[in-house]
């Protein structure tokens, strides 16, 4: 009888009418029914990506995505500059230098912001860079990157601008044209609030035009046939895609619509300033700082002498309360508490108060209540409903 | 995007797989299979009833089922005792004038609980009572009346005791033989965590006694059709059920299954306590009083000068926090929060916080988290997980 809470910074929760659609009679994927809720799924990205490029999609995970945009932008030898500052600014690392590009990476603290001054020094210094990668918002730590003032930077060099916005789109505002965003790559399982199982993949001109150009073998994840099929008098996916998925993101996108992009950022930066106050007020650290637009994640610094692994395990197999640890080097030293896709008031309450209780269960007295009211008082502040 | 909490004294939250499990495909309602099921059902409910009677399923809300126990067991002109501390004891009264019986009722006000020795009283002042009528658990108040000692009390007179424990079934501790309870009627959207849709009524021996000679008509709702179909060699309901709340029940009376009347009874008590607690940490006033068997619902006074229908309008339909209101009389004067069935610790901590956010915005300084904080100390001190 114990009701579970899904509180992770991916997978997130999933409304149950999306969940439902998902589960509808399957549609063939070559079909003139499937063709009309692929473009209203490709229109409603758009409207999120806040593009007029080209948003492809795949039927892949966000690393799936971030493959794509590698594979099909880089050739071996290329110059890229990876700015890392946490576990998925690694991945772009990996990626980078699987395909053979000569990496240079600028690494930053875990928990820490890329000083886009940084990325305008590293440009300087050399201008043949194809492409310059940077995560938006850090799923390893909730760190978010200014990407307004980067793109501004990487906009004066030839180089393309790649960003990781698997956690980032739909939780922090992303103006992907306004702010000069060649390529940007997201997933169906975060803000978007939908089951795993697609990537996103926006592609400006000058990406496309580095594409037509990149040698690396690319096939399932090739923005090539990927574009040919989204041309197709039936717009559809070059591969039989998991069309449940697409359907549960069609409602979802129709919801997001529906809030507008302002309500949208405006939840999403309380839900992140309550979660902040609140562990603030218990007297716990926040591993990643404090500021309006970390507004997906927080990172809490599990106490002293206390095992991270511990307390998660308490929080989820006793309360039922998910949360997630720390990735890699931060394993067991913090807790993630999720906050983008579907996500209200109450999700940060039941996560403050879960975390009160096995605190105090793990002889760390916290202050029962303290954290949740210094929520409710930010709820109230803000009228967060 | 807001997130609903259906937070009320039914109907009750119901877990996903038991809603999915009344979406399956359709059983008709003659076929072994269904009557396989059917029976399992029937096993699962003298379960929860604690009782060897015979345990009759209608389609019909509890309502129907306590009209079957009347129309079934009343006949005009009989001297029939009810004991009403709320809406429901008045349901009991005005369906036996209903049926033409000569109705005594002991009346309480609303939140108080029968006192069993009034009732050792009027039965020692006329000897002529077929049955007295009692309710279990007072859904429009929270109040608990004391069937052990009501039981033990009419044990010794020729009245049949008949029970509405529509919101006690599964939530209040209740045992039918062991408490001499010869007529107990329940309902599916309640405790037992199903959607609307059936009511349930136990028949002991004495009770099938006076069915037999009861003389008012009853067809849809008779104990006698329903026995007999219940013989057919293929056990089924006689009239066309609802398939599929039957399909949902079966699920959910397995959950109850596994986790055992004392789990259940003790995870009602905690949640209860923990209701209670808060509210008297907010300096609220409980209705109903304060008792380990309160276990179903908790009914809070509204502070002086406050709307309780303003209340709990800006709770559900700003918050998305639905509790209830008061019913009749108390219309305006009380929230109830529901707590019986698939409830968990969380679910109060919604509650309490929500309250104590709408009570603020409705200018009622009630310390932010000071509830919420009382609730915790209680789950955490009956380690309520």
Redesign the interface.
Known sequence: ???R?LLTPGPTPVP?AVLLAGAEEVIHHRSQEYSELFLEVTEGLKYVFQTKNDVLIFGASGTGGMEAAVANLVSPGDAVLVASNGNFGERWQQLCEMYGAEVTTLEYEWGERVPPEDLRKALGERDDYVAVFVTHAETSTGAVNDLEAIGAIVRGHPALLVVDTVSGLGAVELRTDEWGIDVAVSGSQKALMSPPGLAFVSVSEAAWERAGKATSPVFYLSFEHTKKALENPRPQMPWTPPVGVVQSLALALE?IR??GLEK?FK?HRILGRATREAAKALGLELFAGDYPEASAVTSISVPQGLDGKKLNALLKD????QLAGGQGKLAGKIVRVGHLG?F????I??AV??L??AL??LGQAV????????A??V??EEDA?
């Open positions: 009888m114990l009701k809470y149950e919801h529906e809030e949208l939840r006793k309360y039922g309360v579907y209200g008031p109450f999700d309450i039941i108060s879960a009160e209780m105090n269960e202050p029962l209540g303290k954290g949740v009211a210094a409710q008082r709820f109230l409903w």
